[in-house]
C-alpha cells in the first residue's frame, strides 16, 4: 500500500531558527512528490519535486528529493512567526489515464514563536 | 480572480440529517476532487471527478455522494449514512492532462455534527 510519513509531527521553534521537515514515501510508479503549507484553510503549494538531488528554492524556503533513498526535505531557514502552519507532503502517482489524486502525509505542525 | 469557492464556511447538522456542502470553480480546470481533513490524518481523499457528468470514489467514499452536472460545479452530500461527519471538508481542481499534478485547493468547509 502506497503511503506517505512526515516528521515530526510538530515543531516549536523561536523566530530566527531554521526548520527541517521530512517526508518519506513508499509507492510504486512514482510521478512526484508536492508540498503545500496550510495556514488554517485552503493548502497552497510551495514546490513539484521530480527529479532527484535539484534543490527548489522559494525565497527562505527550499526542498529536495531523493528518489533513491525515497525521501524528501523541507527547509525552512531564519523563521518568522508567518510561517506557523501545517506543511503537507503528497505524492503523485502515474496512473493508466490522468493522475488519479495526491496522496497526502499527516503533516507536520510548526509553530514560530517570537 | 480565479479561484474555488467553498460554502458554508461552517455548518452544524444533526444526526440523521443529509447536508451538501458546495464547491465552484472558476478555473477552467477539468478535474475536480473532495478530500476530508481530520486531526493528525492529513487528507483523505472522499471522490473525484475528471469530466462532467463521471465521478469515482476515492478511499472514504462510503456515507457520501456527489454530482458532477457542470464543469464548474462538484458538490458533496454527507448522508445520514456517513458514521463520524464532523470534520473539514475541502475541495480542489487541477487541470486536465497526466503532467498536471498541482491542485488548487478551497478555503474549506467545517461540518459538526451535533
Known amino acids: 500500500e502506497d503511503k506517505v510519513v512526515q516528521s515530526p509531527l510538530s515543531l516549536v521553534v523561536h523566530e530566527g531558527d531554521t526548520v527541517t521537515l521530512n517526508c518519506s514515501y513508499e509507492?510504486?510508479?512514482?510521478?512526484?512528490l508536492l508540498w503545500y503549507k496550510q495556514e488554517k484553510k485552503a493548502p497552497t503549494f510551495l514546490f513539484m519535486l521530480t527529479s532527484s538531488g535539484i534543490e527548489k528554492k522559494s525565497g527562505r524556503l527550499s526542498s529536495i528529493l531523493d528518489k533513491k533513498e525515497l525521501f524528501s526535505i523541507l527547509n525552512i531557514t531564519a523563521t518568522q512567526t508567518g510561517d506557523s502552519a501545517i506543511y503537507l507532503c503528497a505524492f503523485a502517482a502515474i496512473s493508466s489515464g490522468s493522475a488519479r489524486q495526491l496522496t497526502f502525509g499527516s503533516g507536520t505542525q510548526l509553530t514560530v514563536l517570537p | 480572480d480565479g479561484g474555488i469557492t467553498q460554502s458554508p464556511k461552517y455548518l452544524f447538522r444533526k444526526e440523521g440529517q443529509n447536508v451538501t456542502l458546495s464547491c465552484e470553480q472558476n478555473?477552467?480546470?477539468?478535474?475536480m476532487y473532495w478530500y476530508r481533513q481530520d486531526p493528525g490524518q492529513g487528507l483523505r481523499l472522499i471522490y473525484y471527478?475528471?469530466?462532467?457528468?463521471?465521478?469515482q470514489k476515492g478511499d472514504i467514499a462510503e456515507g457520501y455522494s456527489v454530482s458532477r452536472e457542470k464543469k464548474e460545479s462538484f458538490p458533496l452530500t454527507v448522508t445520514s449514512a456517513q458514521k463520524n461527519p464532523t470534520a473539514f471538508y475541502l475541495c480542489?481542481?487541477?487541470?486536465?492532462?497526466?503532467?498536471?499534478?498541482?491542485?488548487?485547493f478551497g478555503a474549506g468547509s467545517r461540518l459538526t455534527v451535533l
Open positions: 471527478s475528471q469530466i462532467v457528468n463521471d465521478f
Open positions: 480542489a481542481s487541477r487541470t486536465g492532462g497526466s503532467g498536471a499534478n498541482v491542485l488548487t
Open positions: 509507492v510504486t510508479n512514482f510521478r512526484s
Open positions: 478555473l477552467n480546470h477539468d478535474a
